[in-house]
């Protein structure tokens, strides 16, 4: 199975700033997805990493506040922008090996927006 | 729509008793079901699996069978440690309209097993 790393772990920031997360897959893999989980909640997925092309966002989230590239088949990063309180969540980072395979999840970044 | 439903938490329990960790889902056509499980501190990793109806999957002592009649994939263990503390997450992946697959993730539910 994949192994996915990511970075950073945690991080504290200020209101309007903005933050990079990178994703590191340690094999080539179809797909990667961002996923927010707020605390005591489930997953929501905020958009799918298309490799070459501009990501596909979920309802409710937009490319100008969470910016997504992936320039290959192995790294994603994800920009949460102009940060506020309400998006201190944990960020993952996953993966899937083919379309209908399992999927593979990155330790997650912790982020605290003061 | 499409869902997942999970008996809300926590459960707490006593070492070495039977753990049952409820899901049921709504789905159109032929899902697959996974249990993923989360450590404190870490992602989501799969615990098990099953592809159709009447499959069972399993590991590491945990046990769902896919029963279509009555759309469950409960999570059972005959004997839960402290290491099994964790929170737990059911799954459904689905063919979706636009011919892509998709997950659904429940809410989870946190086990607390005391020594």
């Known amino acids: 199975s994949a192994v996915i790393s990511q970075k950073p772990s945690r991080d504290i920031c200020q209101r309007g700033t903005s933050l990079t997360i990178q994703c590191q897959v340690d094999?080539?893999?179809?797909?990667m997805f961002w996923y927010r989980q707020q605390p005591g909640q489930s997953l929501t997925l905020i958009a799918t990493a298309n490799q070459g092309s501009e990501a596909t966002y979920e309802s409710g989230f937009v490319i100008d506040k969470f910016p997504i590239s992936r320039p290959n088949l192995t790294f994603s990063t994800l920009t949460v922008s102009n940060m506020s309180p309400e998006d201190s969540s944990i960020y993952l980072c996953?993966?899937?090996?083919?379309?209908?395979?399992?999927?593979?999840f990155g330790d997650g970044t912790r982020l605290s927006i003061l | 729509g499409n869902s997942v439903t999970q008996m809300e938490g926590p459960v707490t329990l006593s070492e070495e008793a039977f753990l049952t960790i409820n899901c049921t889902y709504t789905a159109t056509g032929y899902p697959s079901l996974f249990w993923y499980v989360q450590y404190p501190g870490e992602g989501l990793q799969l615990l098990l699996k099953a592809t159709k109806a009447d499959d069972k999957g399993s590991n590491k002592g945990f046990e769902a069978t896919y029963r279509k009649e009555t759309t469950s994939f409960h999570l059972e263990k005959g004997s839960v440690q402290v290491s099994d503390s964790a929170v737990y997450f059911c799954?459904?992946?689905?063919?979706?309209?636009?011919?892509?697959?998709?997950?659904?993730f429940g809410t989870g539910t946190r086990l607390k097993v005391l020594a």
């Open positions: 799954a459904l992946l689905l063919l979706t309209t636009s011919g892509t697959y998709k997950y659904i």
């Open positions: 094999s080539q893999v179809t797909m």
């Open positions: 996953s993966a899937r090996g083919g379309p209908d395979g399992p999927q593979h």
